[in-house]
């Protein structure tokens, strides 16, 4: 049975289950005090957004992090999807769909139409969900570690 959806802003007792999630989206256990004061600094940020969301009024299956994001180079500003997460239960039942949706039509209102994610290299699955949603490469993104 399709479950019936809201999304709401996050909140300080939402931090757990954002916890939970990046832990289980990065697979390592982050630092549990780094990570909540980083959380609380992110709640106030203006440029930044966190949505839950609720399966039918009572539990969070989902979060999504999201921050505005201005380069040198662009003329506008853009949306940067930092991460979004939906329990595996809920994956088929177009849970990710709500949350994005949700999440897209507040920075349209906003009048922010760029949106910009990065997936893991062997994440398929988020690969596929961003190129049904119209995404197309843009950028190829390297990591190193300094020493």
Known sequence: ?????????????DIIFFYEAICALTAINIDIVAFNAQFKTRLK???????????DGKIIVGCVLAQVRQNL?????????QELYILPKFRKLKAADFIYSALEAHFLKQKINQLRVNCNINSTLNQ????KKGYKIFKKQYKKEAN
């Open 1 to 13: 049975m399709q479950p019936t959806y809201t999304t709401r802003a996050a909140e300080l007792k």
């Open 45 to 55: 940020e203006k440029g930044s957004k966190q949505l839950v969301l609720e399966a």
């Open 73 to 81: 180079s662009d003329t506008s500003p853009f949306v940067e999807i």
């Open 128 to 131: 596929n969900f961003y190129v």
